[in-house]
């Protein structure tokens, strides 16, 4: 069966810092999300990547995929309070999304 | 649009009783899925359904666990004779008609079960 690992597992970064989360399957990545999860909060969609290579960027967050389609990274630039939260990342496993452990991200003003 | 909506968004309920969780998807999705969060793990998938029909259930425990999603209404996760070890969040996430290559699902707040 596939299985995410995803690292750090938590992170404490300072305000304004830039920071990058990855995220290792153990098989062929099909279809890789990015989801973020604030505490008492359901999962908010980030972005999804398909194709070995991929890049997709959303405000100040960039997530890729390798060509090789098994490791994908969340990267932040300039991070704010409002990046605070708990990053997950989910492979598709035909019905259902198979997740990492997430990564828990804390902004030090 | 509203989201998918869960409720309650707060069970507590004593070892031996029964919970029911439900789960109202977006307007226009099909398609119904049940996740559990354990303290400080990640999300396991439970269980994915239709209208009217259980597609995969694999993640669901054999005993006290039982899903639906009826022709009308809600999707409802039900846990019989609750143990503590069934506290946890549970997330209910929905898709509409899936896309080959696609698989965005869109969650609900969950609900979380205190079992005293």
């Known amino acids: 069966s596939q299985e995410l690992e995803q690292s750090p597992q938590s992170l404490i970064v300072q305000e304004g810092k830039n920071l990058t989360i990855n995220c290792t399957s153990s098989?062929?990545?099909?279809?890789l999300y990015w989801y973020k999860q604030k505490y008492g909060e359901g999962l908010i969609f980030l972005m999804m990547l398909q194709k070995g290579g991929e890049e997709k960027s959303h405000e100040k967050i960039t997530a890729k995929l390798d060509e090789k389609k098994q490791q994908s990274s969340l990267h932040i630039t300039a991070s704010q309070p409002s990046h605070a939260g708990i990053y997950l990342c989910?492979?598709?496993?035909?019905?259902?999304?198979?997740w990492g452990a997430g990564t828990k991200l804390i902004i030090k003003p | 649009n509203a989201g998918v909506m869960q409720n309650p968004r707060h069970l507590v309920r004593r070892r031996g009783q029964e919970a029911r969780l439900r789960c109202s998807p977006m307007?226009?999705?099909?398609?119904v899925y049940w996740y559990r969060q354990l303290p400080e793990e990640g999300l396991k998938f439970m269980v994915y359904?239709?209208?009217?029909?259980?597609?995969?259930e694999s993640g669901m425990p054999k005993e006290r666990f039982s899903a639906e999603f009826p022709k009308e209404g809600p999707s409802i996760l039900r846990i019989q004779q609750v143990v503590r070890g069934d506290s946890a969040a549970y997330f209910c996430?929905?898709?509409?008609?899936?896309?080959?290559?696609?698989?965005?699902?869109?969650f609900g707040p969950g609900t979380r079960l205190t079992v005293l």
């Open positions: 098989k062929t990545l099909y279809g």
């Open positions: 359904l239709q209208k009217e029909n259980i597609i995969d």
């Open positions: 996430a929905s898709s509409p008609p899936k896309r080959e290559g696609y698989n965005e699902q869109f």
């Open positions: 989910g492979a598709d496993g035909g019905y259902q999304l198979i």
């Open positions: 307007k226009g999705h099909s398609h």
